[in-house]
Structures are given as structure tokens and as C-alpha cells.
């Protein structure tokens, strides 16, 4: 699971959808992995990818160990050889890594599945998420416009992998694009499907939408980096005209997306963070819900009947 252009529509919707069903009655599968291990490395910070899966993992009966990349010997070696034993010792290996290229690698050598927990391309558990959000509000895929407001980055191309799969129609607003996350192929796929497409302006597209969406102007590891500094202010001021803001919604009142962290007064009004119509909390917590299912996906429960 390394970009969420892995799974077909009716096994993303079926992941979806038991997803929901863990969220209303998770006392049904509180023995669901019961003994499975699912290893955590992390090369960079985490709130939400780190907690979601471990409160997860154990909720359904299994165990989580948390790696520190740079402290283990995955700095040290190849990761071929590191991930050859780590594999041996985990039924799951959640890695959320720098470069996709090391993504690629580790699950090539792995034994067990291995999921993207965010690398600089791709970021599919949080798409999940969000189209898991979508589909509590609205109770289809059918019909949905989403718009998604900021850089393009690797959370864009995780929810332009799962809007062409589904069939929602998603509609951005970049200014800005990140070099290191561009996708050449999946954007030719993305406009061949005709469910994608770029428009210069929130105004252009707020009449049409359903949902907004924005996310952060800087990267998490390149947010409190003196050296940074420079970049950081040219995008502030690029993308101050696109923020999520009462003026630039006109009167609209789409539902509010946030993937978080969220920096109040840049990407988004603080005001709207808490207003009626924003998700971005229920979009959060659908993390936790969305990766137990994905994890069942791998291993789905015994049946004792």
C-alpha cells in the first residue's frame, strides 16, 4: 500500500465501508489481530500516523514497536539486508520515510506487507481517510466534488490516485507544486480519467464544490528549519490570496478539510477551523478507523463460527 493506486474501486470502497462499520461497533473486533505485530519506522515526526496505529493495532487484541530510523541500523545498512530480518519479527511493516525510492526498496525485500505512512510522493493513509470522510457525510461516492486548495504535494497525489478510482471529481487549486512530490505518469492518468482538473481560482471552483480541502504551505520537516526561512516567506506570500478564508469562500458553505497539522492564519482562517461546517476533526479521527480496516484487508479475522 505505497500510493493507493494499488487497490481497484470496490476494494477501496469495501475498505471504506468497514472502516464505518469498525467505527460504530469496534467491541466486534477487539480480537481481530489478536497476537499479529506491526512494526512503525519512522524517519521523520508524527502525531496522528504514530497514534492512530498504535491505539489501532491495539484495540483489535495485537502489538505495535515503534522504530526510530536514524536510531536503529536502517541508518547504518542497506535497507535490504535490515528489512530482510525486521520482517521476520512483524506481520505488518508501517514506514513513514523520507523517499519514496527507500518506500520502494523495503517493501520489495520485505516478507510482510508494507504500508506508506507518508514519504514525499505519496501519503494513501491519509487519503483514506479523507474519502472515508466523504463517504460518512455524504453516504456515496456518486455526485461528489471535491476541491483541494494549496501546494501540490504528496497528499494531492494520494487523493488524485483515489478520486480517479472512485469516480469523484476533484478540482485543483495549486499555485504551487513541489518538485520532489510531482508524478508525471499519475497526472497523465489523472487528466486522461476526466474526473481531475486545475483551476487558477477558489473562485472558479467554490460554486461547484462539496468539500474543501487545504493543507500546509511548508513541509513538517522543513517548518522550524532556519535555512528554510527564505522559501517559507516566498510561499507565505504566494499563497496568502488562496487561503481558506470567509472572503475567498463567497457565501459558500462547502464542508472544511484540514489533513493537520494546521497553522491558523496561513492556509486557513482560524475562525473556520471550528465553524459547523468543517470535518477536519472527524476527518482526523477516521485515520484511527480506516487503517484497522486496512490492516484486516491483510488479515482478515477467523471466523470461530
Given at each position: 500500500?505505497?500510493?493507493?493506486?494499488?487497490?481497484d474501486k470496490d476494494t477501496l470502497v469495501s475498505i471504506i465501508q468497514k472502516g464505518l462499520e469498525m467505527k460504530q461497533n469496534p467491541q466486534h473486533f477487539h480480537h481481530?489481530?489478536?497476537?499479529?505485530?506491526?512494526?512503525?519506522?519512522?524517519?521523520?515526526?508524527?502525531?496522528?500516523?504514530?497514534?492512530?496505529?498504535?491505539?489501532?493495532?491495539?484495540?483489535?487484541?495485537?502489538?505495535?514497536?515503534?522504530?526510530?530510523?536514524?536510531?536503529?541500523?536502517?541508518?547504518?545498512?542497506?535497507?535490504?539486508?535490515?528489512?530482510?530480518?525486521?520482517?521476520?519479527?512483524?506481520?505488518?511493516?508501517?514506514?513513514?520515510?523520507?523517499?519514496?525510492?527507500?518506500?520502494?526498496?523495503?517493501?520489495?525485500?520485505?516478507?510482510?506487507?508494507?504500508?506508506?505512512?507518508?514519504?514525499?510522493?505519496?501519503?494513501?493513509?491519509?487519503?483514506?481517510?479523507?474519502?472515508?470522510?466523504?463517504?460518512?457525510?455524504?453516504?456515496?461516492?456518486?455526485?461528489?466534488?471535491?476541491?483541494?486548495?494549496?501546494?501540490?504535494?504528496?497528499?494531492?497525489?494520494?487523493?488524485?490516485?483515489?478520486?480517479?478510482?472512485?469516480?469523484?471529481?476533484?478540482?485543483?487549486?495549486?499555485?504551487?507544486?513541489?518538485?520532489?512530490?510531482?508524478?508525471?505518469?499519475?497526472?497523465?492518468?489523472?487528466?486522461?480519467?476526466?474526473?481531475?482538473?486545475?483551476?487558477?481560482?477558489?473562485?472558479?471552483?467554490?460554486?461547484?464544490?462539496?468539500?474543501?480541502?487545504?493543507?500546509?504551505?511548508?513541509?513538517?520537516?522543513?517548518?522550524?528549519?532556519?535555512?528554510?526561512?527564505?522559501?517559507k516567506n516566498r510561499r507565505i506570500q504566494t499563497m496568502m490570496p488562496f487561503q481558506i478564508n470567509k472572503h475567498n469562500l463567497a457565501g459558500c458553505s462547502p464542508y472544511?478539510?484540514?489533513?493537520?497539522?494546521?497553522?491558523?492564519?496561513?492556509?486557513?482562517?482560524?475562525?473556520?477551523?471550528?465553524?459547523?461546517?468543517?470535518?477536519?476533526?472527524?476527518?482526523?479521527?477516521?485515520?484511527?478507523?480506516?487503517?484497522?480496516?486496512?490492516?484486516?484487508?491483510?488479515?482478515?479475522?477467523?471466523?470461530?463460527?
Amino acid at each position: 500500500m505505497l500510493s493507493l493506486q494499488e487497490l481497484d474501486k470496490d476494494t477501496l470502497v469495501s475498505i471504506i465501508q468497514k472502516g464505518l462499520e469498525m467505527k460504530q461497533n469496534p467491541q466486534h473486533f477487539h480480537h481481530a489481530f489478536e497476537r499479529k505485530g506491526l512494526l512503525m519506522l519512522f524517519q521523520k515526526t508524527s502525531t496522528r500516523t504514530n497514534l492512530s496505529f498504535q491505539a489501532g493495532v491495539n484495540q483489535m487484541g495485537g502489538y505495535a514497536v515503534t522504530m526510530d530510523w536514524n536510531a536503529s541500523n536502517f541508518s547504518l545498512s542497506p535497507i535490504q539486508y535490515e528489512v530482510r530480518y525486521a520482517s521476520r519479527n512483524c506481520d505488518v511493516i508501517m514506514a513513514r520515510l523520507k523517499k519514496h525510492t527507500d518506500l520502494l526498496e523495503l517493501a520489495a525485500y520485505s516478507k510482510v506487507p508494507v504500508i506508506n505512512g507518508c514519504c514525499e510522493k505519496y501519503h494513501p493513509c491519509q487519503a483514506m481517510a479523507d474519502l472515508m470522510t466523504i463517504y460518512e457525510v455524504k453516504g456515496t461516492f456518486e455526485g461528489i466534488t471535491l476541491t483541494y486548495v494549496g501546494i501540490h504535494n504528496n497528499v494531492v497525489n494520494s487523493l488524485i490516485a483515489g478520486c480517479v478510482t472512485l469516480g469523484i471529481r476533484l478540482l485543483l487549486v495549486t499555485p504551487i507544486v513541489n518538485e520532489a512530490s510531482w508524478d508525471e505518469a499519475l497526472m497523465e492518468k489523472a487528466y486522461r480519467s476526466g474526473y481531475v482538473e486545475n483551476t487558477h481560482y477558489i473562485s472558479e471552483a467554490i460554486q461547484r464544490t462539496d468539500f474543501i480541502y487545504t493543507d500546509t504551505w511548508v513541509d513538517m520537516e522543513n517548518y522550524q528549519d532556519s535555512h528554510y526561512q527564505e522559501e517559507k516567506n516566498r510561499r507565505i506570500q504566494t499563497m496568502m490570496p488562496f487561503q481558506i478564508n470567509k472572503h475567498n469562500l463567497a457565501g459558500c458553505s462547502p464542508y472544511i478539510m484540514h489533513d493537520m497539522p494546521v497553522h491558523p492564519g496561513f492556509e486557513i482562517e482560524e475562525e473556520l477551523i471550528e465553524s459547523e461546517k468543517s470535518i477536519i476533526y472527524q476527518q482526523a479521527e477516521n485515520r484511527l478507523h480506516v487503517q484497522k480496516s486496512l490492516l484486516l484487508h491483510y488479515y482478515p479475522p477467523i471466523s470461530h463460527d
